[in-house]
C-alpha cells in the first residue's frame, strides 16, 4: 500500500507541475519614448519574481509568466519615469505597450531634462516644436528644417530646401516608409502651395544632412523621414487664419484607427505684398488619411491616401520696381495685359503589410502609386520703361528727362502639360541577431511620363525685336518637348546595426551595401555606407560620429531632359539616354557636448563634411525653377562646417541656434565656378519662449541670415558670367495667448472646458523688418544689347491671426 501511496504522490506533484505549466500568460509588447521612437535596454519584470526581460533595439520584448489572479509589470529604463501595470487575471497573450517619459526634476522652479543621444546620422525633430512658429506655411516641417544647419531655403513661401550644396531634386522624404513626390512643372513659390506632409498627422521627424543609411534611396543631399502617427482614442484640431485653415479628426477603437486632415490655403493677401500688382487669385486643397487595423499582434495593415489640387491664377495689371544704390538708383515699371493659370493635381496612396514572424524577424509589404497631372499655362504682355529715380519717364517715354536707359514690349508664352505616374512593389524585413539588427529590402518602380510643353519669349526694344533679324521676326526664347515614354528601377540593399558596450564606452555601428538598376539608360549603382558612433564611458557628455559612402543622383525626369538648338536658337527637348548618375562621396566626422547652464540644458553640435562630386549635370536656378543641361559634363567639390547650440528655455520646448560655412565648386567647360547652390554662410535662429509673469503668452521667433546665391542672366551659363544675389535677411514672430492652457497631468477640467486639450489664439509678424529680399532677376535689353538685372522681390511685411484648438 505504501508503494502505491508513493506512485500515487508522484503522479499528483507531476500532474500539478504539468497543469502550472499550461497555465501560462505570454506577454510582449513595445516600448517607446515620449516621441515614439523605440525604447533599448529598457527592463521588464513581473513584481515579486525573478522574471524579467529586456527591450530590443526596436523597442519590443516578450516573457512568459504563471497565471495568477493578479499580475503587476514593471517598466523600468535609466533616465526615465518608472511605470507599472496591474493584470486582473489574464490568460493567453496579453500585448502591453508603454509610453516611457523621461525623469524630470527641478531646479529653481524650472523643468529640466536630459537629452537623447544621437548614435547615428539621423536627427530626431520634435513634432511639436512648429505647431505655433511663425511661418507664411502654417507651422510646416520644412519651415522648420530651415532653420537647421546646413539647410537652405532663400524663399517663404516654398516649402523647397536645399542640404549642404545640393539642389531641391537631391532630397528624399518618406512619409510611413514609402517615398513620395513633388510636382516637376512648379518654377514660383506662388505656384507651390501646401506641402505634401500635413504637419497636424506628423508623429515623429527624422531628418539626415548626409551620411545616410542604406535603406533610403539613391539621392545625394539628405532624407527627411516621416512617420504619420496614431491616435490614442477620439481626437481632433482646428485651426483657422487669415490665409487658410486645417481640421483633423482622428480615432481609434483598438484594432482600427483612422487619423483624417484636411487643408485649405489661399494666400491672396501675402501675395498682394510683391512688386507685380493684379488680381492674385490661388486656391490650394489638401485631404490625407492614414488608417490602420491590427487583426492581431502579428499581423498589422495601414493604408496612406493623398489627394492634393493647388491652383494659381493671377492677371497681372502694373509692377513698379526700385532698385540700384543710392548712386544709381533705377526704375523698372510694367503695364500689363493677360493672365496665368495654373493647376497642379496629385493623388497618392500607399498599402503597407506589416507581419511578425518571430520574436527577432518581421516581414513588410510596401505598395505605393503615385499621379500628378499638371498644367502651366499663361499668355502674357507688357510695356516696360526702364528709368534713372528721379525721372519723369515710367508711363510716357515722351515726358523723360534724359534718365530713360530702356523702353520696350515682350510676351511670354506657355502652354506645359505634364502626366506622370509612379509605381512601387517592395519587400523589407528585419531579423535581430543578439546585439545585431539586419534590415533588408528589394523595391520594384516602374515610371510613366507624357508631356507636352511649347514656351515661347518675344521681346523688342525700341521697335527692334531682339535678337535682330532683319529678314524675320525671331523669338528671344523658344522650347518645345514631346514625350512619352515609361522606364523600370529595381533596388536592393542590406545593412546592420551593431550596438554594443564596453570598458572604452558604448559603440553604435550601421554598415550597408545598395544596389540599384535603371533599365532607361542600362545603368548599374552599388552603394557602401557606413557609419559609427562612440560615447566615452569617462566623459559620457561627449558623442563622437563618422559617416562615409558613396551615393548616387539617380535621374528622374527634370535631369536627362537635353535641350537641342536649331540654327535659330529655337530648343527642342530630347531625352538623354547616355545620362548617367550623379555620383557623390561623403565623409562626415561630428560630435555631440551636453552640458548644464543657468540651471538649464543644453547640446552643442558640430559636423566637419567633405563631398567629391562627379559626374555632375549642370543646372541653372531661376527662382524654384532648375533647368538642367541633360548631359553629365562637369566634376566638383562641397565643404563646410555646420554648428548647433541647442536648449530647452522653456520646458517641454526646444530652441536652437545654427551657423553654417560651406563652399561648394565644380569645373564647368573648364572653368572653376561656385555651383548654383554656393551659399558660403548661414546663421539661424529658433527661438521660443513665455513672459515671466504671464505664462499663458508664448513667444516664438524664426530668423534667418544667408548669404545670396549666385545667379547669371538666362540661356547662359556661370562659365560665361555670374554674379551673386544679395544676402536673405527675415525675421519672422508670432505671440501666442492659452485661452485654455494645455492640459497638464493631474489637472482635470469640468464642464465643457473637458472636451478640449487646449485652445490658441496668436498673431503673427511675418517679415518684421519689412526687408525686400531678392528670389529671382527679370532680365531687360537695350537697344545697345546691355541688359538690366531688375529684382523680382519676395513678399513684404505681413501680419497674421491665427486661432488654434485641440480636442
Given at each position: 500500500?505504501?508503494i502505491?501511496?508513493h506512485?500515487?504522490?508522484?503522479?499528483?506533484?507531476?500532474?500539478?507541475?504539468?497543469?502550472?505549466?499550461?497555465?501560462?500568460?505570454?506577454?510582449?509588447?513595445?516600448?517607446?519614448?515620449e516621441?515614439?521612437?523605440?525604447l533599448?535596454?529598457?527592463?521588464?519584470?513581473?513584481?515579486?519574481?525573478?522574471?524579467?526581460?529586456?527591450?530590443g533595439i526596436d523597442?519590443?520584448?516578450?516573457?512568459?509568466?504563471?497565471?495568477n489572479?493578479?499580475?503587476?509589470?514593471?517598466?523600468?529604463?535609466?533616465?526615465?519615469k518608472?511605470?507599472?501595470?496591474?493584470?486582473?487575471?489574464?490568460?493567453?497573450?496579453?500585448?502591453?505597450?508603454?509610453?516611457?517619459?523621461?525623469?524630470?526634476?527641478?531646479?529653481?522652479?524650472?523643468?529640466?531634462?536630459?537629452?537623447?543621444?544621437?548614435?547615428?546620422?539621423?536627427?530626431?525633430?520634435?513634432?511639436?516644436?512648429?505647431?505655433?512658429?511663425?511661418?507664411?506655411?502654417?507651422g510646416?516641417?520644412?519651415?522648420?528644417?530651415?532653420?537647421?544647419?546646413?539647410?537652405?531655403?532663400?524663399?517663404?513661401?516654398?516649402?523647397?530646401?536645399?542640404?549642404?550644396?545640393?539642389?531641391?531634386?537631391?532630397?528624399?522624404?518618406?512619409?510611413?516608409?514609402?517615398?513620395?513626390?513633388?510636382?516637376?512643372?512648379?518654377?514660383?513659390?506662388?505656384?507651390?502651395?501646401?506641402?505634401?506632409?500635413n504637419?497636424?498627422?506628423?508623429?515623429?521627424?527624422?531628418?539626415?544632412?548626409?551620411?545616410?543609411?542604406?535603406?533610403?534611396?539613391?539621392?545625394?543631399?539628405?532624407?527627411l523621414?516621416?512617420?504619420?502617427?496614431?491616435?490614442?482614442?477620439?481626437?481632433?484640431?482646428?485651426?483657422?487664419?487669415?490665409?487658410?485653415?486645417?481640421?483633423?479628426?482622428?480615432?481609434n477603437?483598438?484594432?482600427?484607427?483612422?487619423?483624417?486632415?484636411?487643408?485649405?490655403?489661399?494666400?491672396?493677401?501675402?501675395?498682394?505684398?510683391?512688386?507685380?500688382?493684379?488680381?492674385?487669385?490661388?486656391?490650394?486643397?489638401?485631404?490625407?488619411?492614414?488608417?490602420?487595423?491590427?487583426?492581431?499582434?502579428?499581423?498589422?495593415?495601414?493604408?496612406?491616401?493623398?489627394?492634393?489640387?493647388?491652383?494659381?491664377?493671377?492677371?497681372?495689371?502694373?509692377?513698379?520696381?526700385?532698385?540700384?544704390?543710392?548712386?544709381?538708383?533705377?526704375?523698372?515699371?510694367?503695364?500689363?495685359?493677360?493672365?496665368?493659370?495654373?493647376?497642379?493635381?496629385?493623388?497618392?496612396?500607399?498599402?503597407?503589410?506589416?507581419?511578425?514572424?518571430?520574436?527577432?524577424?518581421?516581414?513588410?509589404?510596401?505598395?505605393?502609386?503615385y499621379?500628378?497631372?499638371?498644367?502651366?499655362?499663361?499668355d502674357?504682355?507688357?510695356?516696360?520703361?526702364?528709368?534713372?529715380?528721379?525721372?519723369?519717364?515710367?508711363?510716357?517715354?515722351?515726358?523723360?528727362?534724359?534718365?530713360?536707359?530702356?523702353?520696350?514690349?515682350?510676351?511670354?508664352?506657355?502652354?506645359?502639360?505634364?502626366?506622370?505616374?509612379?509605381?512601387?512593389?517592395?519587400?523589407?524585413?528585419?531579423?535581430?541577431?543578439?546585439?545585431?539588427?539586419?534590415?533588408?529590402?528589394?523595391?520594384?518602380?516602374?515610371?510613366?511620363?507624357?508631356?507636352?510643353?511649347?514656351?515661347?519669349?518675344?521681346?523688342?526694344?525700341?521697335?527692334?525685336?531682339?535678337?535682330?533679324?532683319?529678314?524675320?521676326?525671331?523669338?528671344?526664347?523658344?522650347?518645345?518637348?514631346?514625350?512619352?515614354?515609361?522606364?523600370?528601377?529595381?533596388?536592393?540593399?542590406?545593412?546592420?546595426?551593431?550596438?554594443?558596450?564596453?570598458?572604452?564606452?558604448?559603440?553604435?555601428?550601421?554598415?550597408?551595401?545598395?544596389?540599384?538598376?535603371?533599365?532607361?539608360?542600362?545603368?548599374?549603382?552599388?552603394?557602401?555606407?557606413?557609419?559609427?558612433?562612440?560615447?566615452?564611458?569617462?566623459?559620457?557628455?561627449?558623442?563622437?560620429?563618422?559617416?562615409?559612402?558613396?551615393?548616387?543622383?539617380?535621374?528622374?525626369?527634370?535631369?536627362?531632359?537635353?535641350?537641342?538648338?536649331?540654327?535659330?536658337?529655337?530648343?527642342?527637348i530630347?531625352?538623354?539616354?547616355?545620362?548617367?548618375?550623379?555620383?557623390?562621396?561623403?565623409?562626415?566626422?561630428?560630435?555631440?557636448?551636453?552640458?548644464?547652464?543657468?540651471?538649464?540644458?543644453?547640446?552643442?553640435?558640430?559636423?566637419?563634411?567633405y563631398?567629391?562630386?562627379?559626374?555632375?549635370?549642370?543646372?541653372?536656378?531661376?527662382?524654384?525653377?532648375?533647368?538642367?543641361?541633360?548631359?553629365?559634363?562637369?566634376?566638383?567639390?562641397?565643404?563646410?562646417?555646420?554648428?548647433?547650440?541647442?536648449?530647452?528655455?522653456?520646458?517641454?520646448?526646444d530652441?536652437?541656434?545654427?551657423f553654417?560655412?560651406?563652399?561648394?565648386?565644380?569645373?564647368?567647360?573648364?572653368?572653376n565656378?561656385?555651383?548654383?547652390?554656393?551659399?558660403?554662410?548661414?546663421?539661424?535662429?529658433?527661438?521660443?519662449?513665455y513672459?515671466?509673469?504671464?505664462?499663458?503668452?508664448?513667444?516664438?521667433?524664426?530668423?534667418?541670415?544667408?548669404?545670396?546665391?549666385?545667379?547669371?542672366?538666362?540661356?547662359?551659363?556661370?562659365?560665361?558670367?555670374?554674379?551673386?544675389?544679395?544676402?536673405?535677411?527675415?525675421?519672422?514672430?508670432?505671440?501666442?495667448?492659452?485661452?485654455?492652457?494645455?492640459?497638464?497631468?493631474?489637472?482635470?477640467?469640468t464642464?465643457?472646458?473637458?472636451?478640449?486639450?487646449?485652445?490658441?489664439?496668436?498673431?503673427?509678424?511675418?517679415?518684421?523688418?519689412?526687408?525686400?529680399?531678392?528670389?529671382?532677376?527679370?532680365?531687360?535689353?537695350?537697344?545697345?544689347?546691355?541688359?538690366?538685372?531688375?529684382?523680382?522681390?519676395?513678399?513684404?511685411?505681413?501680419?497674421?491671426i491665427r486661432?488654434?484648438?485641440?480636442?
Amino acid at each position: 500500500m505504501s508503494i502505491i501511496r508513493h506512485i500515487l504522490l508522484i503522479f499528483s506533484i507531476l500532474s500539478t507541475l504539468i497543469a502550472s505549466a499550461a497555465e501560462q500568460v505570454k506577454l510582449h509588447g513595445k516600448v517607446v519614448d515620449e516621441k515614439d521612437e523605440p525604447l533599448e535596454f529598457a527592463t521588464i519584470r513581473i513584481d515579486k519574481t525573478a522574471i524579467g526581460a529586456t527591450s530590443g533595439i526596436d523597442g519590443s520584448y516578450s516573457l512568459v509568466a504563471p497565471k495568477n489572479d493578479t499580475i503587476n509589470v514593471i517598466f523600468t529604463c535609466i533616465g526615465y519615469k518608472e511605470i507599472k501595470r496591474r493584470l486582473i487575471d489574464p490568460s493567453d497573450d496579453v500585448t502591453i505597450n508603454v509610453k516611457m517619459l523621461h525623469t524630470s526634476y527641478e531646479i529653481m522652479e524650472v523643468e529640466v531634462s536630459d537629452f537623447k543621444k544621437q548614435t547615428d546620422q539621423m536627427q530626431k525633430i520634435d513634432t511639436k516644436i512648429g505647431k505655433l512658429s511663425p511661418d507664411v506655411s502654417g507651422g510646416s516641417v520644412e519651415a522648420m528644417l530651415a532653420t537647421m544647419a546646413g539647410v537652405n531655403s532663400s524663399n517663404e513661401m516654398s516649402s523647397q530646401y536645399s542640404v549642404r550644396g545640393g539642389t531641391y531634386d537631391e532630397n528624399s522624404v518618406y512619409i510611413n516608409g514609402t517615398e513620395v513626390y513633388r510636382p516637376q512643372l512648379v518654377s514660383s513659390g506662388q505656384q507651390e502651395g501646401l506641402s505634401i506632409i500635413n504637419p497636424d498627422m506628423v508623429g515623429s521627424i527624422g531628418f539626415s544632412t548626409g551620411g545616410f543609411a542604406a535603406e533610403y534611396s539613391d539621392k545625394m543631399s539628405s532624407v527627411l523621414d516621416i512617420t504619420y502617427r496614431e491616435p490614442e482614442a477620439f481626437e481632433g484640431a482646428v485651426s483657422a487664419s487669415l490665409m487658410g485653415g486645417s481640421v483633423t479628426i482622428g480615432t481609434n477603437s483598438r484594432k482600427f484607427s483612422s487619423l483624417q486632415g484636411f487643408r485649405y490655403k489661399r494666400n491672396a493677401s501675402l501675395l498682394s505684398t510683391m512688386d507685380a500688382k493684379g488680381e492674385y487669385d490661388p486656391n490650394f486643397l489638401d485631404y490625407q488619411v492614414n488608417l490602420i487595423f491590427k487583426p492581431s499582434s502579428k499581423f498589422r495593415a495601414s493604408f496612406l491616401g493623398n489627394i492634393a489640387i493647388n491652383n494659381y491664377n493671377f492677371t497681372p495689371t502694373s509692377r513698379q520696381t526700385n532698385f540700384g544704390t543710392s548712386e544709381d538708383a533705377k526704375q523698372f515699371k510694367v503695364f500689363f495685359d493677360g493672365w496665368e493659370k495654373d493647376r497642379f493635381e496629385t493623388y497618392f496612396g500607399a498599402l503597407n503589410l506589416d507581419y511578425i514572424l518571430s520574436r527577432s524577424t518581421s516581414l513588410s509589404l510596401i505598395t505605393s502609386g503615385y499621379l500628378t497631372n499638371e498644367l502651366v499655362s499663361y499668355d502674357i504682355s507688357g510695356e516696360y520703361w526702364l528709368d534713372q529715380a528721379g525721372t519723369t519717364g515710367g508711363g510716357n517715354p515722351d515726358d523723360a528727362i534724359g534718365g530713360e536707359l530702356g523702353v520696350g514690349r515682350y510676351h511670354e508664352h506657355a502652354r506645359n502639360r505634364l502626366k506622370m505616374s509612379v509605381l512601387s512593389v517592395g519587400l523589407k524585413g528585419y531579423t535581430g541577431i543578439k546585439q545585431h539588427k539586419l534590415t533588408y529590402g528589394f523595391t520594384y518602380k516602374h515610371e510613366n511620363v507624357y508631356e507636352r510643353a511649347r514656351e515661347w519669349e518675344l521681346r523688342d526694344s525700341a521697335g527692334f525685336t531682339l535678337p535682330t533679324n532683319p529678314d524675320a521676326i525671331q523669338m528671344i526664347y523658344t522650347m518645345t518637348s514631346r514625350q512619352d515614354f515609361s522606364s523600370n528601377r529595381i533596388a536592393l540593399f542590406v545593412q546592420d546595426s551593431y550596438r554594443f558596450n564596453s570598458k572604452a564606452g558604448y559603440f553604435s555601428i550601421n554598415a550597408g551595401l545598395r544596389y540599384s538598376y535603371w533599365d532607361f539608360n542600362k545603368e548599374s549603382l552599388v552603394s557602401p555606407r557606413a557609419s559609427v558612433a562612440f560615447v566615452p564611458e569617462q566623459f559620457n557628455s561627449w558623442t563622437f560620429r563618422f559617416a562615409t559612402g558613396l551615393y548616387y543622383q539617380s535621374p528622374f525626369y527634370k535631369e536627362y531632359r537635353q535641350p537641342v538648338a536649331d540654327e535659330m536658337g529655337a530648343e527642342t527637348i530630347v531625352l538623354n539616354k547616355d545620362i548617367k548618375s550623379e555620383q557623390s562621396i561623403h565623409f562626415i566626422l561630428g560630435g555631440d557636448y551636453t552640458f548644464r547652464a543657468f540651471g538649464r540644458p543644453f547640446k552643442l553640435s558640430a559636423e566637419a563634411y567633405y563631398k567629391k562630386l562627379n559626374n555632375l549635370i549642370p543646372y541653372e536656378i531661376d527662382n524654384l525653377k532648375i533647368v538642367y543641361s541633360g548631359v553629365n559634363q562637369s566634376n566638383g567639390y562641397t565643404y563646410g562646417l555646420d554648428m548647433k547650440l541647442f536648449g530647452q528655455f522653456v520646458p517641454g520646448t526646444d530652441s536652437w541656434i545654427s551657423f553654417s560655412l560651406m563652399k561648394t565648386n565644380e569645373n564647368l567647360n573648364g572653368v572653376n565656378v561656385p555651383r548654383p547652390t554656393d551659399q558660403r554662410y548661414s546663421l539661424a535662429l529658433f527661438f521660443t519662449d513665455y513672459f515671466p509673469k504671464f505664462p499663458k503668452l508664448k513667444f516664438s521667433l524664426r530668423g534667418i541670415l544667408s548669404d545670396g546665391l549666385p545667379t547669371t542672366a538666362p540661356h547662359l551659363t556661370r562659365d560665361k558670367s555670374y554674379f551673386r544675389a544679395p544676402s536673405y535677411k527675415r525675421i519672422d514672430i508670432g505671440l501666442s495667448y492659452a485661452l485654455l492652457s494645455p492640459l497638464e497631468e493631474g489637472a482635470p477640467r469640468t464642464g465643457i472646458h473637458r472636451y478640449f486639450k487646449s485652445i490658441w489664439l496668436g498673431v503673427d509678424c511675418f517679415n518684421l523688418l519689412d526687408i525686400s529680399n531678392v528670389n529671382s532677376y527679370y532680365w531687360v535689353t537695350d537697344v545697345n544689347n546691355i541688359q538690366y538685372a531688375v529684382p523680382n522681390y519676395l513678399t513684404r511685411r505681413q501680419f497674421n491671426i491665427r486661432l488654434s484648438i485641440d480636442f
